[in-house]
């Protein structure tokens, strides 16, 4: 079946501007988190969406970074007023029953 | 403590060998464990799940699980460059925690 997909796959920018990344999950997962990971680093937790409850926003970065997920489905991460230091690939995972599944990512680069 | 910690690496073995990577936890209500693989510059990919204690094997990998311990291990039979990558512990508990990955490098 379908996996995680995002777009767009690469994004170039120029700082101050606003970005939208989208993330379509696997169909029936319950579960979507956004991470960031920067060259060569870890995975860092951004938001989590379960179901129709709050989302956990603890890992987001500053207030230009938001999230919202549709219908329980489909998600966009918003980054406005992009920043030199947002570069980086930025992933969505959906799950159920505890394992997430991961999309390609979107490559993001602020000039 | 850490919540998650993993050996960074790099972790090199010999083509055939066994290798070996380890991730201790700290939260003792997590409940299901995971491995992941992360190739350079690829995202990561699910390679294996636990939930009880003990080992479960799946084709090369074994997972080994030891709540006690506060202890998950994966091993790597026969190893190949191909498996040359980033693997990553994962936990879940009252939420979903990542390590920082152990880098392994398998030489031919």
């Known amino acids: 079946g379908a996996g995680v997909s995002q777009s767009p796959s690469n994004k170039v920018t120029e700082k101050g501007k606003d970005v939208e990344l989208r993330c379509d999950p696997i169909?029936?997962?319950?579960?979507l988190y956004w991470y960031r990971q920067s060259l060569g680093q870890g995975l860092e937790f951004l938001i989590y969406f379960q179901g129709n409850s709050a989302p956990d926003k603890s890992g987001l970065p500053s207030d230009r970074f938001s999230a919202e997920r549709t219908g329980g489905s489909v998600s966009t991460l918003t980054i406005q007023r992009t920043q030199q230091e947002d570069s980086a690939v930025y992933l969505c995972?959906?799950?159920?029953?505890?394992?997430?599944?991961f999309g390609p990512g979107t490559r993001l680069l602020v000039l | 403590q850490k919540e998650v910690e993993q050996n960074s690496g790099p972790l090199s073995v010999p083509e055939g060998a066994i290798a070996s990577l380890n991730c201790t936890y700290s939260?003792?209500?997590?409940?299901?464990f995971f491995w992941y693989r992360q190739y350079s510059g690829k995202s990561p990919e699910l390679i294996m799940f636990i939930y009880s204690n003990g080992d479960k094997e799946d084709g090369r990998f074994t997972a080994q699980l030891n709540k006690a311990s506060q202890y998950v291990s994966l091993l790597i039979r026969d190893s190949q460059p191909s498996d040359s990558a980033t693997y990553l512990c994962a936990l879940y508990g009252q939420n979903f925690v990542f390590g920082p990955g152990t880098r392994l490098s398998v030489l031919p």
């Open positions: 939260d003792r209500g997590s409940q299901s």
């Open positions: 995972a959906s799950s159920i029953w505890g394992a997430q599944y």
């Open positions: 169909s029936g997962h319950t579960a």
